[in-house]
C-alpha cells in the first residue's frame, strides 16, 4: 500500500520544455512588427483608455513582452516594438518577426487561440538542459481572428465572460514564451499532478476569461532563465585538436556581470579540475566531451548555476595503427590484400578509424624492384593492376594528427601467374609480415 501511494504521490519531476531554439545575443534586443489588420472584437478599446483596437492590439503585446521581461529579472531578453508593418499574409520566413491576426489566410482552426510559427536556422548555440539550441531565424505569431478578444480591463472591470470570448493578454504572453523558445510546461492528456506546471503561464491551454496567466510563474521562469540566463562557456588559447600527449589550455568565456563563484571542469577522460584556466594534458587516443560547471551570484539573479557542455571538443591522436577485426582483436597490420585475377590485386585497407579526425591521409605507393616508385594512389582500398610479373613493393602511408605511420608488403605477382589465383585470407606470409613490425610511425609534430 505505501509503495503504492509513493507511486502516486511522487512521480518523477517534470519541468519546462525547451523547444530547442533560442535567440543569440545578437540578436536582442529583439525587434519587431505587428500587421496593419485591426481586430474587430477589440474595437470597444478606446473606452478603456487606447486610442482604437489597434493601439490596443500593440499595447497588449508589449505588455506581454513586459511580462517576460519584468517577471523573470535574471532573464537578458529585452524587446523593440518597430510599430506597423502592412500586410496580414501570416507566417512567412522573411527574417522578420510579427503579430499577424488571422485574415484573410483564415488557417487556425475552431478552439485554437493562436500559435507561434518558428523560421529556423542551422546555427548551432549551445547545449542546454541535455537539448541542442539551434538559432531562431524569425518568428510570427498569429491570433486567430474568429475569437471575442477580451482586454484585460474588460476583465477586471466585470465584464461577463460568455461564450467565444478571450482573454488576449494571457494568450499573447503565451505565445511571447514560444517566441523566446519555450514550449509547454503540459502538453494535452498529460496528468500535470505539479502545480508549478499546471499553472504556468506555457501551460497549454488556458480558460476563456483566466487573466492569472498574465503573470509567469516559478516554471516560466526556470525555462526563460535556463535559455537567456546567466551562463559562461568556455575555450582554449591552444590547439584542441592533436597528436598524444596534448596539452589543451581552457579558459572560461563569462560576461561581467556573471559574478562567478565557482567552476568544476572535467575534461572527458576522467579527470577534473575547479581552476578557473586549467591546462590539462591528454594523454590518450579519443574524442573527448567537455562540461564546465558554474556556479554564481549576482543581483538579478542571485545564486545561479549553469553547465555547459561541448561534446567531442578535443581529439586527441596517436599515429594511426591497425584498427580492429571482427573478432575484436587488432588487425595484424595496416593493410592486407586479395587477388582478383591476372595482374589485379584489391588493396585493403585496415587503419583505425575508430576515432573520428584522427586518420586525414592516405597514400599507396608502388615501387618496382629497383626501389623506383612507379605509382601513387590517395584512395582508402584501391584495386592495384602491377605491370608485369614480379615482386612489387606495395607501401601504405597513413596519417594524422598525431603523426604518420606507415606500413609495406611484397606482392610476388608471378605467384598468382599460369592460373592459380588462391590466396589464402589475410594475404598469407607477407600479411605476417606486415603484422610483425614492418608498420613504421614515426611523429609528424
Ligand atoms: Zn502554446
Same mark, same amino acid.
Given at each position: ?56 492590439? =500593440? ?13 523573470? *529579472? ?85 465584464? *461577463? ?8 493578454? *494571457? ?267 614492418? =608498420? ?6
Amino acid at each position: 500500500m505505501i509503495a503504492l501511494a509513493l507511486l502516486l504521490l511522487a512521480p518523477p519531476a517534470d519541468a519546462y520544455d525547451l523547444l530547442g531554439y533560442a535567440w543569440s545575443p545578437e540578436d536582442l534586443c529583439l525587434e519587431w512588427w505587428m500587421t496593419d489588420y485591426v481586430e474587430s472584437s477589440l474595437e470597444n478599446a478606446s473606452s478603456y483608455g487606447y486610442e482604437d483596437a489597434w493601439d490596443a492590439q =500593440a499595447s497588449v503585446c508589449q505588455k506581454a513582452f513586459a511580462n517576460w521581461e519584468e517577471g523573470a *529579472p535574471c532573464a537578458e531578453i529585452c524587446n523593440t516594438f518597430l510599430g506597423v508593418d502592412p500586410g496580414n499574409e501570416g507566417k512567412t520566413n522573411d527574417g522578420i518577426n510579427k503579430v499577424y491576426w488571422d485574415d484573410p489566410t483564415g488557417s487556425l482552426g475552431e478552439g485554437v487561440l493562436a500559435v507561434a510559427a518558428y523560421n529556423v536556422t542551422a546555427e548551432y548555440l549551445r547545449e542546454q538542459d541535455g537539448e541542442y539550441l539551434y538559432r531562431f531565424g524569425d518568428v510570427d505569431v498569429t491570433f486567430n481572428d474568429q475569437i471575442d478578444w477580451t482586454l484585460t480591463e474588460e476583465i477586471e472591470g466585470g465584464v *461577463p465572460c460568455s461564450g467565444g470570448m478571450a482573454a488576449l493578454e *494571457p494568450v499573447a504572453t503565451h505565445e511571447f514564451g514560444h517566441l523566446w523558445g519555450v514550449g509547454h510546461s503540459c502538453e494535452e492528456g498529460d496528468p500535470c499532478t505539479d502545480e508549478a506546471l499546471r499553472y504556468a503561464t506555457m501551460y497549454w491551454a488556458n480558460d476563456a476569461c483566466d487573466i492569472s496567466r498574465n503573470s509567469i510563474n516559478s516554471d516560466d521562469i526556470a525555462a526563460i532563465n535556463a535559455l537567456y540566463g546567466p551562463y559562461a562557456t568556455f575555450t582554449t588559447d591552444t590547439e584542441r585538436f592533436g597528436g598524444v600527449p596534448l596539452t589543451v589550455q581552457f579558459r572560461v568565456v563569462a560576461g561581467e556581470d556573471a559574478n562567478i563563484t565557482g567552476v568544476l571542469w572535467s575534461f572527458g577522460d576522467g579527470q577534473t579540475s575547479t581552476e578557473m584556466a586549467p591546462a590539462h594534458t591528454y594523454e590518450e587516443q579519443g574524442q573527448y566531451s567537455v562540461v564546465l560547471k558554474i556556479d554564481g551570484n549576482n543581483e538579478s539573479c542571485g545564486d545561479w548555476s549553469f553547465e555547459y557542455r561541448q561534446r567531442a571538443y578535443v581529439v586527441a591522436c596517436e599515429a594511426p595503427g591497425p584498427g580492429l577485426a571482427p573478432g575484436g582483436s587488432p588487425y595484424p597490420g595496416l593493410f592486407t590484400y586479395e587477388h582478383l585475377e591476372g595482374l589485379q590485386y584489391q588493396m585493403v585497407n585496415r587503419a583505425d578509424t575508430s576515432v573520428y579526425g584522427c586518420l586525414d591521409t592516405v597514400i599507396w605507393q608502388i615501387y618496382d624492384d629497383s626501389d623506383t616508385m612507379i605509382q601513387e594512389i590517395s584512395a582508402w582500398s584501391p584495386i592495384v593492376e602491377f605491370p608485369s610479373e614480379g615482386a612489387w613493393r606495395v607501401v601504405l602511408n597513413v596519417g594524422g594528427p598525431g603523426g604518420l605511420s606507415a606500413a609495406e608488403l611484397v606482392i610476388d605477382t608471378a605467384e598468382h601467374a599460369g592460373g592459380c589465383n588462391t590466396v589464402p585470407a589475410g594475404a598469407g606470409l607477407a600479411g605476417l609480415l606486415a603484422g610483425l613490425g614492418i =608498420a613504421l610511425a614515426r611523429r609528424r609534430r
